[in-house]
């Protein structure tokens, strides 16, 4: 069934206070939830409708005498002509037990836990499952206490206690209306890392991070990471945590990275724990940001909440936007900018050219769980960047105070967020908020001109919008394109400027331009947009030397690279002796220690297959990865001697840290690593085995078996056997172990991928290894998925089928590789549209899979 925004109507039922007892065993739950219902001045029904899900109900009372009078279809309760105020009291049992969906309360390893966020808590009681029905809520837990000592809900702990039997209990109570998706509970044997943060008005809060015994070796990281989120909100925002208890618990068990429930923040293990033996430098970063995500979540998402399901990016987009800044201030803001839109570019960029292109506030869906996209995350971050960029800091940070001070405990959409920047500014905001309405990624189109008498520069913008599904005749977007000039000598001669596009067609005079300039568009990445511009190679070259945006300089060489690729697909024998030159360059510039390694690495590294994909009419992926490896084996050619005394100089790290400049060191070390082991020769395997045998951390060791991961030498199985079994305690280890099997480009990789899915330590029940298998296959092998034989698509279809009857979210995620196959080569496309059908054809889809891959067929 569709919902449409444009359907909104207010809850009929205010629902001002829920009280609710848990009593957990070990073959099932009882819940009694008693709600106080009181008819809402504003909304236009007597009509009560309670959704729920999967429980069997036990007992039924109105202000406590036993009730009769509903309905009970179609997972909802209906009461008719529901009165003007009365206490509902429901008595229902669950199972968390058998619970694989792993949305409501569920059990993870013996540890029970919840996800409400979005449609969970009907899983758990009857309710007005939805973000604008605020509550006051009361909770008190009753389970075995040796099994489950820690017993937690939101806000605080107002008692607990011994019970008969060897049970006990606690009782918690959040003074903050909420919204029922900021639910939770967590039961079990857990470890507690604590420490303090004080916040600007002088208020001590107690921070703790529960996790399974033996990880909390692993948890400094993750506390580090909260306190300086605590702190850059104060600073940044002026917002100040309130309460007196800030709880974090890592489950094993986790659909998506974590949750950001009042006061108890629930995590996916993978996105708390890390320590320099068993997580890389991205896992450490990834931690940072998804810590400091949640937390952010507290004021752009709780406080401030969304007034349904369409405004998701409300606090999603405006969220990620909070997170990306942050780790740009506590990292390297250039790495941080290029690695965002890398992100971007590869996934977002791909789901708008595919049938499942939506806005970043989408006006109908079939299953709310499918939203949760890298559009109304990643791209809804962008038209908040955008936001800021066209206001200015200030402005854009007036703004945001007037949001918190105006919308404090209320649910609200993106048109109100949008309105306080237009308050804030004087500014009108309407055609910008187009942004949020229109789907697909715009193309932008730059040429110039020099008038050499008048002394003058201008630049011609056209930008057009391509149609998607349900979507013609878009209207010409506000484009802030941030541009600065440089002259031929590459000196910057008029800093950056935002020109600001409104039309469809427009042109920017620049004055006092003495010489022919060469134009730095689209600076810092200020648009999500698709440029193309006139600039020459050369143009493009004197960019990369020496742009003053840190982004723009490493984009001038991503457009060199993306072009040389070309270049090589039309004809394999062109000469790429220029390019190769440049990358000579570059490597000698690091020799001689001259600027940021980590920029150096990201330079040296050809785009990947997926953005390459991205700028294909057809794609080819076997095409676009032998013209990528014949530029790879041409560059180790020619500077072999060069990137291995690069790989020396770079080798030794003295004692292990996460600095800035210690990941950027890695990561010139490792990329340049790949290079020298592009060929997949003894001599790389050897290579590939030493830097293992040396490694004194995570990211080095992945490094290494990416080396390895394709080939077939005798060192491969070595390393990958010493790995397994030195971190065979470790489930996220494992994780990366099955990762880096999935990803081998090689043939033996359907023989080898049976073995994994067999492999003991396979379950399918746990998304972080359904991730690890077919994610790492489907996403980062695209070679070996999109084989000729189909091989790769069945792998996908099985699993898909297979996941759909056991945790239908995880099931549609893993429908996304396939959900462009019309842009494929005939004989793949066909291939593709065969396993959508074969998944549509195998019968009882959950509306996850059903929306996914019906979009994915018609749209
Ligand atoms: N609000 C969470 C976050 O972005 C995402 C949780 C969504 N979970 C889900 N199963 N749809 O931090
Ligand atoms: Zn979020």
């Known amino acids: ?129 939805r973000p604008d029905v605020l509550s006051i809520f009361s909770v008190r837990i009753e389970a075995d206490k040796s099994k489950y000592p820690v017993l937690l809900s939101n806000g605080n702990l107002v008692e607990s206690g011994e019970l008969a039997n060897g049970r006990h209990f606690t009782a918690w109570n959040d003074p903050f209306p909420k919204p029922c998706y900021l639910f939770a509970l967590v039961a079990g044997d857990l470890v507690r890392i604590e420490d303090t943060f004080k916040t600007m008005s002088g208020r001590n809060v107690d921070l703790h991070i529960y996790v399974r015994s033996g990880d909390e070796g692993q948890c400094d990281h993750a506390m580090q990471s909260l306190k300086k989120s605590m702190q850059w909100d104060e600073e940044k925002y002026g917002r100040e945590y309130e309460l007196d208890l800030f709880n974090i618990v890592a489950v094993s068990d986790f659909n998506m990275g974590a949750m950001e429930n009042t006061s108890l923040n629930i995590f996916n293990t993978k996105l708390v724990l890390a320590h320099q033996e068993t997580a890389t430098d991205t896992d450490f970063m990834s931690v940072e940001g998804v810590i400091a995500h949640e937390y952010f979540h507290n004021w752009t998402g709780n406080r401030v909440t969304c007034r349904d399901w369409f405004q998701l990016s409300l606090k999603e987009g405006l969220t990620v936007f909070r997170d990306h800044e942050f780790s740009a201030d506590m990292n390297s803001r250039s790495v941080q900018r290029i690695d965002d839109v890398d992100h971007l570019r590869r996934f977002q960029f791909s789901e708008d050219a595919s049938p499942l292109a939506h806005a970043v ?51 609200v959409t993106c048109d109100d967020f949008v309105q306080c920047m237009a308050d804030a500014s004087g500014r009108d905001m309407s055609q910008f908020f187009l942004w949020y309405k229109q789907a697909g990624t715009p193309s932008l189109i730059a040429s110039s001109q020099y008038d050499e008498e008048q002394k003058q520069f201008t630049l011609t913008l056209k930008q057009s919008q391509a149609d998607t599904p349900g979507q013609t005749n878009k209207k010409p977007l506000l484009i802030p394109v941030a541009v600065g000039l440089l002259n031929e000598q590459g000196i910057e001669t008029h800093p950056t400027q935002v020109l600001e596009m409104t039309e469809r067609e427009q042109s920017f005079t620049f004055d006092n331009v003495k010489t022919r300039p060469v134009p730095s568009i689209l600076r810092g990445f200020s648009a999500p947009v698709k440029l193309t511009t006139d600039l020459s190679d050369d143009n493009l070259r004197l960019l990369q030397l020496s742009d003053t945006d840190g982004f723009n300089k490493w984009e001038a060489g991503q457009t060199i690279a993306l072009r040389t690729i070309e270049r090589v697909m039309a004809d394999s024998e062109v000469d790429i002796s220029q390019f190769i030159d440049d990358i000579g360059i570059m490597i000698q510039q690091g020799l001689n220690n001259k600027g940021d390694k980590a920029l150096l690495a990201r330079a040296l590294s050809l785009p990947a297959i997926a953005v390459i994909a991205q700028t294909q009419d057809v794609i080819d992926p076997a095409a676009i990865d032998s013209a990528r490896t014949h530029i790879l084996k041409a560059i180790k050619r020619t500077h072999k001697d060069a990137l291995l005394r690069l790989y020396k100089d770079n080798l030794s790290m003295g004692e292990f840290s996460i600095s800035p400049e210690a990941m950027g060191r890695r990561s010139l070390k490792n990329t340049v690593l790949e290079l020298l082991t592009v060929t997949n020769g003894s001599g790389c395997a050897a290579l590939a085995k030493a830097h293992y045998d040396h490694a004194d951390n995570m990211t080095d060791r992945v490094a290494a078996l990416a080396c390895l991961s394709d080939s077939t030498q005798p060192e491969r199985e070595e390393v990958f056997t010493d790995f397994y079994h030195r971190f065979k305690d470790y489930q996220l280890v494992v994780d990366k172990w099955f990762s880096l099997q999935a990803i081998a480009n090689r043939d033996e990789i359907f023989d080898d991928f049976a073995k994994l899915r067999n492999h003991a330590e396979f379950n399918i029940k746990n998304p972080n290894r359904v991730r690890s298998l077919y994610s790492a296959f489907a996403i980062n092998n ?65 509306s996850d899979v059903f929306e996914v891959v019906s979009k994915s067929l018609n749209g």
């Open 361 to 411: 506030q989408p006006d109908n869906f079939i299953e709310i769980s499918n939203f949760y996209t890298m559009t109304v995350y990643e791209k809804g971050s962008e038209l908040i960047r955008m936001q800021q960029t066209l206001l200015g800091e200030d402005t854009y940070r007036k703004a945001t105070d007037l949001y918190f001070d105006r919308y404090d405990g209320h649910a």
């Open 1 to 129: 069934k569709t919902i449409y925004l444009k359907d909104y109507a207010p809850a009929p039922y205010k629902a001002s206070h829920i009280n609710l007892v848990f009593e957990l065993f070990e073959d099932k739950t009882i819940v009694r939830s008693e709600v106080l219902y009181i008819k809402n001045p504003d909304g236009n029904s007597s009509t009560l409708i309670l959704n729920g899900q999967d429980q069997t109900i036990l007992s039924v009372e109105i202000d406590g005498v036993a009730f009769t009078g509903y309905m009970l279809a179609d997972n909802q309760i209906t009461i008719n002509e529901a009165g003007e105020k009365f206490t509902l009291t429901i008595t229902s049992e669950i199972h968390p037990e058998t619970n694989t969906a792993l949305e409501g309360l569920y059990k993870s390893q013996g540890t029970y836990c919840t996800q409400c966020e979005a449609e969970g808590f009907r899983r758990i009681t009857y309710f007005q499952d």
């Open 782 to 846: 695209p070679v070996k998925f999109h084989d000729p034989s189909g091989q790769g698509y069945a792998i996908l279809r099985d699993a898909i089928i297979e996941l759909n009857a056991i945790n239908p979210q995880i099931a549609a995620r893993q429908v996304t590789p396939f959900r462009e196959w019309k842009r494929y080569t005939p004989e793949l496309q066909a291939k593709m549209k065969d396993a959508l059908q074969a998944i549509m054809d195998s019968g009882n889809l959950s």
